[in-house]
């Protein structure tokens, strides 16, 4: 297997008209590693195996067969067009990480982490906040994590609420200082789901491993190849990807249990009740098995939201605003059909493929796009999930994720108080709900269909263009105007 790798890597290297340095400098690998790996004496990492795949534009399994499939040849050409479709692994977007915001919280988290690793020398640090970031910044706790990160070194934060020209909604800029002087400065979008991106800067972003974008393109070459879903994503990922969904799918139970026990408010000023323990044990004295059903999978849902409200641990999925919805539908699943965990995780990558073709072609970010590209992304991914939880065709899966984002489109994001709390928390449950309403309507009426996975994405995309920056988690209008005590 070594040797037959080595001759195909040989081979993609010459066809380029690539020397071992000249390749290694390309992909940041030394040229000695791939000179053993070609003469068959190691072998690389998952990693840089994605790398080359994506860098010859070939799929792992080609690396390790020099056979491309036949829907792979016809797809060729138009793959060197397409060099950065932009999908990156599902190591992307589920993350594992503490609320309350993917973008509020986790991705400045992670730009303090990197330009403090960058500054070690400084003696202060500034950090100025745009736009949602600044509008809805204390709500969500930035400046409070933003101090933390930067600690022991003294940060100021300053909330820029005028400011207009800037790349994107949740901008910020980093600045040190070292005895009065600015010594760096980094401007950072927080662009959802955790993810970040640094302007003008050389920070590696994450190989997008994935060769095409469209759920049609994903779906045809399942079909040829007689694939679910799940199986498509190891075939791209490798089987390294199991034990990461693995690691998520625990993660996301702790939150359901941890939420089903805990009690109180929630933090914020709203004086919020956690009541998720409440619905477990609330009960109708004739409850029908449709009522149980809704009241266990809106606890589940509650319970993860509220633990994401209170800052706890929890995945994305694919945002922190939007983490209940996933998990408690497919928690529910688990427990009533005693499903295997490695069944669940099939249908986690399953769902991961509907999150991440969203978040390459429209938006996974309430600020960006409403609430319709976090809740409504959420929604379509646990019906697509579900679709693969129960075996359902290729074609219900799509409709199924579809009707989830269609009924979704419009939606606004507009927390009270810029809190992830109301209408956030009731929301996510509602969701789970119509997820699995869409999987029950795909499965009688596929065959009618009339709207495809792929263009509904991209109105959704469209529609949140047209959203007036005041519904786009700005707390400016509608529910945030109200007067809570
Ligand atoms: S309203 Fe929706 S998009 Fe906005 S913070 Fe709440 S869950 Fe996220």
Redesign the pocket.
């Known amino acids: 297997m070594t040797h037959i790798f080595g001759e195909i890597l040989s081979k993609l290297r010459a066809e380029a008209g690539l020397s071992q340095t000249e390749l290694g400098q390309q992909l940041d690998i030394s040229n000695r590693a791939i000179s053993k790996w070609e003469r068959g004496l190691s072998f690389p990492s998952t990693e840089n195996l994605y790398k080359l795949a994506n860098f010859f534009h070939v799929s792992v399994d080609y690396l390790f067969t020099g056979q491309a499939h036949l829907k792979e040849l016809r797809l060729e050409e138009s793959w060197f067009d397409r060099a950065h479709t932009g999908m990156t692994s599902l190591r992307e977007m589920y993350k594992i990480g503490r609320g309350p915001s993917s973008s509020h919280t986790m991705g400045p988290e992670k730009a303090c982490m990197i330009f403090k690793s960058q500054t070690p020398e400084a003696d202060r640090y500034e950090t100025i906040l745009y736009e949602s970031l600044a509008k809805t910044g204390v709500g969500h706790g930035t400046d409070r994590i933003i101090k933390e990160t930067l600690e022991p070194t003294p940060c100021d934060v300053i909330f820029n609420v005028t400011e207009t020209d800037i790349p994107h909604p949740n901008t910020m800029d980093l600045i040190a200082y070292k005895d009065g002087k600015e010594i760096a400065r980094q401007r950072v979008m927080s662009v959802g789901g955790g993810n970040i991106c640094f302007e003008n800067s050389p920070v590696a972003t994450a190989p997008d491993i994935y060769p095409v974008a469209s759920f049609k393109e994903i779906s045809d070459y399942c079909y040829e190849h007689n694939m679910h879903l799940w199986e498509y994503v190891e075939h791209i990922e490798g089987p390294e990807i199991w034990d990461y969904l693995s690691e998520i799918w625990e993660t996301m139970k702790a939150a359901i249990r941890n939420g089903l026990h805990d009690e109180g408010i929630l933090p914020g000023g709203l004086n919020v009740q956690k009541r998720a323990k409440q619905l477990l044990y609330s009960q109708h004295i004739d409850e029908s098995p449709e009522t149980r059903e809704n009241r266990m999978v809106c606890a589940y849902a509650f319970a993860v939201s509220e633990q994401n409200a209170n800052g706890g641990r929890i995945v994305t999925a694919p ?1 922190c ?2 983490a209940g919805v996933l998990p408690a539908v497919l928690y529910y699943q688990q427990k009533r059909r005693n499903l295997s965990d490695e069944h669940v995780i099939h249908a986690l990558a399953a769902g991961g493929i509907i999150g991440n073709l969203i978040k390459t072609n429209a938006s996974i970010s ?1 600020s960006e796009c409403g ?1 319709q590209a ?2 409504g992304s959420a929604c379509a991914m646990a019906a697509a999930a579900l679709g693969e939880l129960f075996y359902l065709s290729m074609d219900k899966i799509e409709y199924a994720a579809e009707i989830a984002i269609e009924h979704h489109l419009g939606l606004t ?3 009270i108080c810029g809190l ?1 709390q109301i ?2 928390i009731e ?1 996510n449950a509602v969701a789970a709900m119509r997820a699995i309403n869409a999987v029950s309507l795909a499965s009688f009426l596929s065959d009618s269909r009339k709207i495809t996975l792929d263009d509904c994405i991209r109105i959704m995309k469209e529609t949140g263009r047209d959203i007036s920056k005041r519904y786009k ?1 700005t707390s400016e209008s509608g529910l945030a105007t109200l007067q809570i005590q």
Request: hydrophobic share 20%; charged share 25%; proline share 13%.
């Open positions: 945002t605003g939007a309430g609430c976090e809740v994001c507009d927390p992830v209408p956030c929301r988690e």
